[in-house]
C-alpha cells in the first residue's frame, strides 16, 4: 500500500467509494467522473503503478483484474450487449493514478476512435 496513493485509501477505506465488486484481491467501485453510462474502475488491492508492471510482476493477479471486470459487466447489465475495458498506462496515455486500474464502461454504443 502507499499512504499517498487515493486508490490504495480507498481500499483501506479511508476514502469513500461506491463499491460495486470486491473478492479478496481485487475491488471495483464507480467512477467520479463517469464517460459512459456504465463506468468501473477495477483495482487490483495490492499497489502496482500500471498494467505492464503488474502483468510482469503478478499476472494471476492480473488475470483476476480481467475477471473482476467481466463479473461487473454481469452485475451492471452490459455483458451480452458489449462493454469496454480501457488501461492507461504512462503519462502520455493520461494515467492520473499510478495505480493499476481498469476503465469498464458500457451501456452505450462504443465508437472507434474513441471521443
Avoid at 69 to 77: L, M, N, R
Avoid at 80 to 85: K, N, P, Q, V
Avoid at 104 to 115: F, K, S
Wanted: with cysteine; charged share 15%.
Amino acid at each position: 500500500m502507499s499512504a499517498d496513493c487515493v486508490f490504495c485509501r480507498i481500499v483501506t477505506g479511508t476514502v469513500p467509494a461506491t463499491i460495486v465488486h470486491e473478492t479478496g484481491s481485487v475491488l471495483a467501485f464507480r467512477d467520479l467522473n463517469p464517460q459512459a453510462p456504465t463506468h468501473v474502475l477495477v483495482i487490483p488491492k495490492e499497489h502496482h503503478p500500471d498494467v505492464g508492471s503488474m502483468a510482469r510482476t503478478a499476472p494471476t493477479l492480473a488475470g483476476e483484474v480481467l475477471t473482476a471486470a467481466d463479473e461487473v459487466a454481469t452485475i451492471d447489465g452490459v455483458r451480452d450487449s458489449g462493454y469496454r475495458l480501457v488501461f492507461n498506462t504512462g503519462r502520455d496515455a493520461n494515467q492520473t493514478v499510478f495505480h493499476v486500474h481498469c476503465h469498464m464502461l458500457g451501456a452505450r454504443t462504443m465508437t472507434w476512435p474513441p471521443g
